[in-house]
């Protein structure tokens, strides 16, 4: 594995980390950042361009300004009074190391069977644009019309109650 | 270590750093950060199950990965709206203090 990979891993893994970590919600959404880049970058290094760029558009460019704006919007960028983490953190952390110890298990015990072709696949965007538009219609169809009901349910669920109505 | 395995840990590490902040987060936000990361490492496992396939012709991986960032932008416009609403109600985004889904 190239020393380029676990380069760009680490940087994922680490933005990933703070973006857990950190005290100042902001700086965590910042430290996200990070960690969707470093997401994105190893897309790239993997040989799937659309993805990547796909990934930088949706979740540095809109996700990320998005989490900024709903913190901003609350009051999440004040520092807060009590402890960052919940009452019941011992037993969340114990949940996730048991849930890396079975997938990272299970990777290393099946490493043997799992593929590896060495020659790096092309996927030209002009032939993702073939596929969308040819056996992959329907489902594209199909997010439209999930972003349309998203976005139309998110401004109705965030609009604001009016006073005395019920 | 082959590089399939090796980008699967890598996954594997980023879904659990994510479900350890879902899990033991305070901010509501945070929580959907930490799904958010979530996501991002299933994405991750996509991208290099299609990179390292036998038939990386079908595009079917980046396929899957695209539709799949498509769904968690929706996610998290939902999610967000969701935590704007329930902030407006209840004053705070702490999970410890939100315990009543009744307003």
């Known amino acids: 594995m190239s020393l380029v ?25 910042l430290a996200l950042t990070v960690a969707f ?42 520092p807060p009074t009590h402890g960052v ?23 290393l015990s099946s490493q043997r069977m799992l593929p590896h072709e060495s020659t790096a696949p092309a996927a030209p965007v002009v032939e993702i644009g073939q596929a969308l538009a040819g056996p992959y219609i329907l489902p594209l169809e199909m997010i439209a019309v999930l972003l349309t009901a998203a976005l139309i349910g998110a401004v109705i669920i965030a609009l604001h109650e009016k006073e005395g109505e019920q | 270590m082959t590089p399939l395995a090796a980008s699967l ?24 950060v930490g799904i958010e990361l979530m996501l ?6 996509l991208i290099a199950f299609w990179r390292y396939s036998p038939h990386p012709e079908a595009l ?20 967000l709206g969701l935590v704007i609403a329930i902030y407006r109600h209840y004053k705070t985004t702490d999970l410890d203090q939100i315990n009543r889904l009744k307003g």
Do not use: D, K, P
């Open chain 2, 60 to 79: 079917t991986g980046v396929m899957f990965a695209i539709f799949s960032i498509a769904v968690a932008a929706a996610e998290a416009a939902v999610g």
């Open chain 1, 37 to 78: 880049a470093g997401i994105a970058l190893l897309f790239l290094n993997l040989g799937a361009q659309f993805a990547g760029f796909v990934q930088i558009l949706v979740y540095v460019g809109a996700v990320a300004i998005l989490l900024v704006f709903a913190i901003l919007l609350t009051r999440g960028s004040e």
């Open chain 1, 85 to 107: 983490f919940s009452t019941t953190w011992l037993a969340g952390l114990v949940i996730a190391a048991a849930v890396f110890a079975v997938l990272g298990s299970s990777v």
């Open chain 2, 9 to 32: 840990l890598v996954a594997a590490l980023m879904f659990s750093i994510g479900l350890a902040g879902a899990l033991t987060r305070r901010n509501a936000i945070l929580v959907l």
């Open chain 2, 40 to 45: 991002n490492a299933a994405n991750l496992n």
């Open chain 1, 5 to 29: 990979f676990w380069i760009l891993a680490a940087i994922a893994v680490l933005g990933g980390l703070a973006a857990m970590l950190l005290r100042s919600t902001v700086h965590c959404a």
